[in-house]
C-alpha cells in the first residue's frame, strides 16, 4: 500500500534547487497545464520523511459520490470508476464514510457489523478492486471507524442486552436506577438524555449520540480486544489507516455528577463525557498497532477541541496517539474574518511543537464552505481563497468531495421537498450538504441512472465537473493547481510558516519560506475594497518579491489585491 515518495528524480531536484523558482514559479508550470493533474514526480525534502506530513485527503459520502447500478445509491464500484477525477486532483489518499453493515438511523455510522460491507455499497470483492485500482494511482484508501460505540442492531448488543451475566454484559456502558429517573442529567449531542431504559436488563444504557447508538465500553477488556480485532482486520485488508469518528467520548466520568448546567453549549465538550484520561491509554494501543503494519498507515482522528493545547494533546504526550487530529479551531469558522484565519492557523504553525496540522473547512457533518462564506456575488473568488488557505498552510489538508466544483448545500426549501423512502429513512439537517456529487449537466448530474436517494441540487447543470474541466480559471483547475504546488514545490511541502502582520484588519497574511531565504507570501483580501499590502514579521533582511498568482487571474503589480482576491507573491532575500 505504501505510497512512493521517493521518486525524487533529477528533474524534482532541480527544481527544487533552481533560483529560477522565484521568479518563474512552479506556479506558472502549473497554470500552463490546467487540469493536467500532478504529475509523477514529486519533491522529496529530507523533512518529508512520511506521506502523512504533507497530504492530500479527500473525503467520500459514499451514498453521495457515484452510483454503478442505477439503485439511487453511490457504491464503491462508482468510486472505482471515478479514480481517474481523483488522481487528476493530486491526491494522496481518500477517506469513505462508513460503508459497513448498518440499519442507516445515522446513516453508516450505526454499523451492525464492522468486518461487513453494507450490501447497499458493495461486496468485499469491490473492495479489494477499489483499494488495488487506488494503489495503481498511488491513492490510499482510509477507513471510517466508529469506536465509540455500535447500532444497537449489532449482535454484541443484542447480546449485552440479554442479561446482566451474559459473556458481553461489560461491552456496553450500563447503570443501575429505576425506570422513571435517568442516572444523570446529561444531554445527547443529538438531543434528549444520554440514557435509555433496557427493560429486559432493568438498567440504562449510555450513548452519546441516539439512543441506536449505544457507547461501547472500552474499560471491558473483551471490547478491547474485538475492536482492535476489526482494526487489524481492515489493515490486512489493504486500508491505509482509518479516520477515527467521535475519539473524545470514548470514556465518561463514572463518579456521574449531575450538571448544573446540562444544555449549555458546547454539550459535546463537557469534563464529563469528552477526552477523559483513559482515551490516551486506547489511542496509544491502537496506535502501536496501526503502526506495526507496513506503509505507514495511520489514525486521523476527528477530534473536536476547545483550544490549540487541548489539540495538541490529542497527539499524545509522547506524540504516540493520533497522527493527524483534525483542526476543529480551524473548521468551525463560520465567518470571513481575517483576524480570525490569523489566530487560528499562526496558533496551528506556533503551538502545535511542530506536529502536522490537519486543515479543513467543510465535511458531511456541517455547511460547507461554500455557503458557510459565500456572500453571493463572489462565492467563486471565496472559495478560492479558502482552498488556498487549506491548501497551501503546511501540514496535512482535508477535502470534502464536491468542495473543489464549489459545491453548496442544498436550500432548506429545496431539501424540505425532498422525499423520505427506503433509502432515505428519515430526514437529517445535514444531508443539505450531502447531496450527490455533480459530475455533468446529464439527467441526475451523472451520479445515477436511477432515482437518487436525495435529490441533485438543482444548480447542478451549470456546476459540474464537465463544466470546469476545461476552464483555466475555473474552482477545479484552482485546486489542482494548488494540490500540484503543495506535491512538487518545496516551499508549500516543507517551507516554513511565518506569522505577519498585513497592515490591513480585513487582510490574512502569512509565508512560507524555504532554509535559503526564498518563500511566498500568501495573501487573502477578505474586505470589499482594494488593499495594498505592508506586510511585517520578517526577521533578517526585508524580502524582494517576484511573480504573483492571484485567485481572480489579475495581478495588478506589487502586493495590491482587489476585494476578496488571494494572491501568493514569491519572494527572495
Ligand atoms: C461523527 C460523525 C457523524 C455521526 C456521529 C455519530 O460525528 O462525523 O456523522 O453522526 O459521529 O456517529
Redesign the pocket.
Known amino acids: 500500500m505504501r505510497r512512493s515518495i521517493t521518486r525524487a528524480t533529477t528533474a524534482a531536484v532541480a527544481l527544487a534547487a533552481t533560483p529560477t523558482a522565484f521568479l518563474a514559479p512552479s506556479i506558472a508550470s502549473a497554470q500552463a497545464a490546467p487540469g493536467a493533474g500532478t504529475a509523477a514526480v514529486r519533491v522529496t525534502p529530507a523533512d518529508a520523511a512520511k506521506w502523512w506530513h504533507h497530504a492530500t485527503i479527500y473525503e467520500i459520502y459514499p451514498r453521495s459520490f457515484q452510483d454503478s447500478n442505477g439503485d439511487g445509491v453511490g457504491d464503491l464500484n462508482g468510486i472505482t470508476s471515478r479514480l481517474d477525477y481523483l488522481k487528476s486532483l493530486g491526491l494522496d489518499a481518500i477517506w469513505i464514510t462508513p460503508f459497513f453493515k448498518s440499519p442507516n438511523a ?1 446513516f453508516g ?1 450505526d454499523v451492525s457489523d464492522y468486518t461487513a460491507i453494507d450490501p447497499q455499497y458493495g461486496t468485499m470483492a469491490d473492495w479489494d478492486r477499489l483499494v488495488a485500482e487506488a494503489k495503481k494511482r498511488g491513492i490510499r484508501v482510509l477507513v471510517d471507524l ?1 469506536v ?2 455500535s447500532s444497537s442492531e449489532h449482535p454484541w448488543f443484542k447480546e449485552s442486552r440479554s442479561s446482566r451475566t451474559n459473556p458481553k454484559a461489560d461491552w456496553y456502558v450500563w447503570k443501575d436506577g429505576t425506570p422513571d429517573t435517568p442516572p444523570t442529567n446529561w444531554r445527547s449531542i443529538f438531543g434528549g438524555p444520554t440514557w435509555t431504559w433496557d427493560p429486559t436488563r432493568k438498567q440504562w444504557y449510555y450513548h452519546i ?1 441516539l439512543s441506536k ?1 449505544p457507547d461501547l465500553n472500552w474499560r471491558s477488556p473483551g471490547l478491547r480486544k474485538a475492536m482492535f480485532g476489526v482494526v487489524r482486520f481492515w489493515l490486512e485488508h489493504g486500508a491505509a489507516g482509518f479516520r477515527l ?2 475519539t473524545p467520548y470514548l470514556f465518561e466520568d463514572t463518579s456521574w455528577p449531575q450538571d448544573p448546567d446540562p444544555g449549555s453549549e458546547p454539550v459535546w465538550l463537557k469534563p464529563y463525557n469528552a477526552q477523559l484520561p483513559g482515551t490516551n491509554e486506547v489511542l496509544r494501543e491502537m496506535r502501536k498497532i496501526v503502526d506495526s503494519y507496513p506503509g505507514d498507515p495511520i489514525l486521523l482522528g ?1 477530534s473536536s477541541t476547545r483550544s490549540i493545547e487541548q489539540l495538541r494533546a490529542v497527539y499524545g504526550k509522547n506524540k504516540d496517539e493520533i497522527h493527524l487530529p483534525m483542526n476543529f479551531l480551524v473548521g468551525n469558522i463560520s465567518k470571513l474574518d481575517a483576524a480570525e484565519f490569523k489566530r487560528r492557523y499562526d496558533e496551528a504553525a506556533t503551538k502545535l511543537d511542530g506536529l502536522t496540522p490537519v486543515e479543513f473547512f467543510s ?3 456541517q455547511t460547507r464552505q461554500w455557503t458557510e462564506f459565500g456572500d453571493g456575488t463572489n462565492n467563486d473568488l471565496i472559495a478560492k481563497m479558502t482552498a488556498a488557505l487549506t491548501l497551501l498552510n503546511p501540514g496535512t489538508a482535508l477535502l470534502y468531495y464536491g468542495e473543489e466544483i464549489g459545491m453548496g448545500d442544498m436550500d432548506k426549501a429545496e431539501l424540505a421537498k425532498a422525499p423520505l423512502g427506503p433509502n432515505r429513512p428519515q430526514a437529517d439537517a ?1 444531508d443539505r450538504a450531502r447531496t450527490p456529487m455533480q459530475w455533468s449537466a446529464a439527467p441526475q448530474a451523472g451520479f445515477t441512472s436511477g432515482t437518487p436517494w436525495l435529490p441533485v441540487d438543482s444548480r447542478y447543470r451549470t456546476r459540474n465537473v464537465a463544466a470546469q474541466e476545461s476552464n483555466k480559471g475555473s474552482l477545479l483547475n484552482w485546486y489542482r493547481d494548488l494540490v500540484k504546488w503543495r506535491n512538487v514545490d518545496p516551499t508549500f511541502r516543507t517551507g516554513r510558516y511565518v506569522p505577519l502582520e498585513s497592515g490591513d484588519a480585513g487582510v490574512f497574511a502569512f509565508a512560507r519560506e524555504n532554509a535559503n531565504g526564498t518563500g511566498a507570501i500568501v495573501m487573502a483580501n477578505t474586505g470589499t475594497g482594494v488593499v495594498t499590502v505592508k506586510p511585517t514579521g520578517w526577521t533578517g533582511a526585508a524580502p524582494v518579491f517576484g511573480a504573483s498568482v492571484c485567485a481572480s487571474g489579475k495581478w495588478g503589480g506589487g502586493l495590491t489585491l482587489a476585494a476578496k482576491d488571494t494572491c501568493i507573491v514569491r519572494y527572495r532575500r
Do not use: I, M
Open positions: 445515522d455510522y466508529v465509540n460505540h449520540f447508538q469518528d467521535a476527528e465535511n458531511h457533518d445535514r
